[in-house]
């Protein structure tokens, strides 16, 4: 989780000197989003790798469900573009919140009280992932790693 914080603060320091990305008014508020975006992530991964069994299987599992969360969490184009059905699936992806409280961040200038709801969503949404991963996982089991 630190070295995803870490990769995605650096993006966006490097698109902000290099292509003058505006990054908002508080930079507590962008390290805190940031940190609850990759923790809901690495949540969901830790999911996704309790249900494969090799690293084989993990390539492609996880490439497809990052492109069905990345699409239909606002990633790809504007949630307003997809149909209203899929809009309303959207609104229980952790893709979407992230975007949001990112947007929020950036471009609304909001500060951390702005956006704690949120977080606090990433944050539950990453745990509980946890939670479920670990009564998944399968531990003590060979795995061909």
């Not at 603060?9 to 508020?29: N, W």
Request: one cysteine or more; charged letters at 10%; hydrophobic letters at 60%.
């Amino acid at each position: 989780m630190l070295v995803g914080v870490a990769q995605l603060l650096l993006l966006l320091l490097f698109g902000h000197f290099v292509y003058k990305l505006r990054l908002g008014h508080s930079a507590f508020a962008m390290i805190a989003t940031a940190t609850a975006v990759v923790g809901s992530m690495t949540g969901l991964a830790a999911v996704v790798a309790a249900f494969v069994r090799t690293r084989e299987q993990a390539v492609p599992v996880g490439l497809a469900v990052t492109f069905v969360l990345a699409s239909l969490g606002g990633l790809f184009w504007p949630l307003y573009d997809l149909p209203r059905a899929m809009q309303v699936i959207a609104r229980l992806l952790v893709t979407t919140w992230s975007m949001s409280a990112i947007q929020d961040v950036m471009l609304r200038g909001r500060s951390l009280t702005g956006v704690s709801a949120e977080l606090l969503l990433l944050v539950g949404y990453g745990l509980i992932c946890f939670l479920v991963a670990s009564r998944l996982f399968r531990y003590g089991e060979e795995a061909n790693w």
